[in-house]
């Protein structure tokens, strides 16, 4: 990369910020005039030689060649470190256009609180923040009125509402919460899957993060989707939790009555003492501005909501970036396994594909075999490109949600194909269930297979091997446990081989197991309920 | 009456290393039992959302399941889907 002129503070290259004397206080990084970044140098630098070294946070790496204007400068704008044109990516960035920070519709985008990128309210013209606002006055109008709890502004929106009666201009989306009446966790959850279902009646899309937290997807006029996050609060044990992580004391007075507040013009139902609220979330310090805030949650706080509420998404997030590379996209045409599993089943004869991903195998089983296909997977984004690509061809595929460590859509899911058999067809599944998810899946088939059919297994083995593609996200079983767990849920393994085959990718894999398994039919226990002896 | 005393002294030996053995399988550190009791904490958290699961299939799907009218199992099937 090449400088026009070194300030005497801080140097700005392809690795990062190095600031020769860097204080304690947050700074912004903007790139021609449009914030971007705040850090603390303090908490997100290392040092490097005399000075410290702010590496640029990975989700901003892929944007950085060609030149563009840094700008490092304090909160208020009155210390400059950094504000020179620079550009970035050596002699390939010559010759490119302007660094921009912009989605694929080419909406600016800044990084917001938890290290995401996400469109900032100072990027967002006055009509739509209005919809914005509109959107999460009626989120909390339908959580108080038809669902039946007590709803309330939270975050980053009551801070703006208090501070100044106006968005904070990094933020980039509203929160609200409500506080359960329940003191046992598995009542607030099973309470929030109740709202769900009302907000799903009352016309809101959404997604569940976890037992406690719903995002509403409200479609905005610029064909962006905004996220409202409805997070629970709640007590146990005399300790007050509130989703995201947060963990402490606060009176229920703080909150109850429900108070008011004014965001541009819109008024809001907000915590009793909207201060002491912010101060629970933000600390005392929270009427000073301070874009680089992150929160420093209690440990054992996020530890027993993360064993209370959470683990049934962990891999989710990998699993999206995977199936969006064009490695994934590219896999087009039936499998090895898929052709092997056909020659298997009766001729038209339905198969219900549980983990699907991008779906090849089952438009292969629908359009060039003709079989009735269900298709299944935990994945939102492969389940929504199967979807499209099955109806743009008129293809017999159901594709639904299956998340195997949810028991909720398993018990579904096993009830559905209970009453319409279909065989099951699992390639490269079990290798990336941890054991709940595998115990459910057993469950699952078990459920599905008690009429008749087959369970049809490809995973990779022998876990001695390198772990196959994608990394991180699949391993190797060791053959004999998975025959130990099916025959422990009570199936029978009626074929097993070993072979050398592929990965997920359809790379060599030098050990592949395939296995026919089926559940023997449920027959009526003797009338006295003794064995025959 | 050597031979007496070799074979008592290895049976001692030998009853040491078992109970060593059987000692090392068992973590005595304070540490090693935090962990271990940590690790089984967070498993009894994990059963508060395998209940509210349960719960709410069972209020939801088995008790309208049990009239037995295929229309309405199918009804109520879609229903609880469309509710994920």
Known sequence: ?533 | MNSLLVTGARSRVHIAQNRYRRMRRHPLGVRARLAALEAEVQENRRLNRRIAELTDVVAELLVPLADRDEKRVQEVLAAYRAGL
């Open chain 1, 1 to 533: 990369m090449t400088q026009t002129a070194a300030p005497p503070v801080a140097r700005v290259d392809d690795d990062g910020i190095l600031l020769r004397r860097p204080g304690t206080e947050p700074l912004v990084l903007s790139f021609d005039g449009r914030y971007i970044w705040a850090f603390s140098p303090v908490r997100d630098g290392s040092v490097r030689g005399s000075g410290v070294m702010v590496e640029w946070p990975a989700v901003l790496r892929r944007f950085l060649t060609g030149p563009v204007r840094v700008t490092v400068a304090s909160v208020g704008g009155a210390r400059v470190l950094v504000d020179d044109e620079v550009v970035f990516g050596g002699a390939e960035g010559s010759g490119r256009s302007r660094v921009a920070v912009v989605d694929p519709q080419g909406l600016p985008l800044a990084i917001d609180k938890v290290g995401h990128l996400c469109r900032a309210f100072d990027a967002t013209d006055e009509g739509i923040r209005a919809e914005i606002l509109a959107g999460t006055k009626r989120a909390l109008d339908d959580l108080n009125g038809a669902c039946g709890v007590r709803a309330y502004l939270n975050y980053g929106a009551l801070l703006g509402a208090v501070r100044d009666g106006a968005m904070i201009a990094h933020d980039s989306d509203t929160d609200v919460c409500y506080l359960s009446k329940h003191t046992s966790p598995a009542d607030v959850i099973a309470e929030s899957y109740r709202i769900e279902r009302d907000l799903r009646r009352r016309g809101w899309t959404l997604l569940r993060m976890s037992g406690g937290d719903i995002k509403l997807l409200l479609p905005l006029s610029d064909g962006r989707q905004c996220h409202i996050d409805v997070f629970v609060a709640f007590r146990v044990g005399g300790t007050f939790y509130q989703l995201g992580n947060r963990s402490g004391r606060l009176w229920t007075s703080a909150i109850l009555p429900l108070s008011t507040v004014v965001l541009h013009g819109f008024e809001f139902p907000a915590p009793a003492d909207p201060e002491a609220m912010l101060a629970f979330v933000y600390g005392p310090t929270w009427r000073v501005p301070d874009p680089s805030f992150r929160y420093t949650d209690p440990v054992a706080g996020v530890r027993r909501l993360d064993g209370w509420l959470r683990g049934f998404r962990t891999d989710m997030p990998k699993w999206t970036e995977f199936y969006a590379t064009g490695r994934a996209q590219r896999l087009r045409g039936s499998s090895t396994f898929a052709r092997w599993v056909d020659r298997r089943i009766p001729p038209g004869e339905p198969v219900a594909d549980i983990g699907c991903g991008v779906g090849r195998d089952a438009l292969w089983f629908a359009r060039k075999r003709g079989r009735p296909v269900r298709a299944y997977d935990f994945c939102r984004a492969a389940r929504g490109g199967l979807g499209r690509m099955a109806a743009r061809r008129r293809l017999p595929i159901d594709v639904g949600m299956l998340i195997l460590n949810e028991l909720r859509t398993v018990l579904l899911t096993g009830a559905e194909l209970a009453r319409e058999p279909h065989h099951l067809y699992a390639r490269q599944l079990l290798g990336c269930l941890d054991d709940d998810a595998r115990d459910n899946f057993w469950v699952l088939a078990r459920m599905a297979l008690r009429g008749g059919g087959s369970l049809f297994l490809e995973f990779s083995a022998d876990p001695q091997l390198p772990a196959p593609a994608p990394a991180g996200l699949v391993r190797r079983l060791d053959a004999d446990v998975v025959r130990r767990e099916i025959e422990a849920a009570g199936g029978v393994v009626e074929r097993v081989r070993i072979k050398p085959g592929v990965d997920i990718l359809d790379e060599p894999d030098p050990a592949v197991c395939r296995m026919r398994v089926t559940w023997p039919r449920i027959t009526a226990v003797p009338a006295n309920g003794r064995n025959p002896s």
